[in-house]
């Protein structure tokens, strides 16, 4: 076992290591969304719609076969609510 083990069994220097890398990662994680929030002010004032920007991005993200059974659904949902 680590040397630096305290009285009660909480090796505090590698504790101390997860929590300052865990500190830095939400430091890189706040930069990146400040980053995205700056594409999407860009983009809203090139006249884009970043409601849509986002949905399209989301849409990206998910495999084929989830977004045809996530648009099935759907279709299904609308037409039980006599919206199609």
């Known amino acids: 076992m680590a040397q630096d083990i305290t009285n009660d069994g ?27 929030k700056e594409v999407f002010a860009e983009l809203k004032g090139r006249g884009f719609d970043a409601k849509i920007v986002r949905k399209i991005v989301q849409i990206r993200r998910q495999d084929a076969s989830e977004r045809q059974e996530q648009e099935a659904i759907l279709e299904l949902y609308l037409q039980a609510l006599g919206m199609q």
């Open 10 to 36: 909480v090796a505090g220097e590698e504790l101390k290591q997860f929590v300052e890398r865990i500190e830095r990662l939400e430091e890189e994680k706040k930069g990146i969304s400040d980053d995205i």
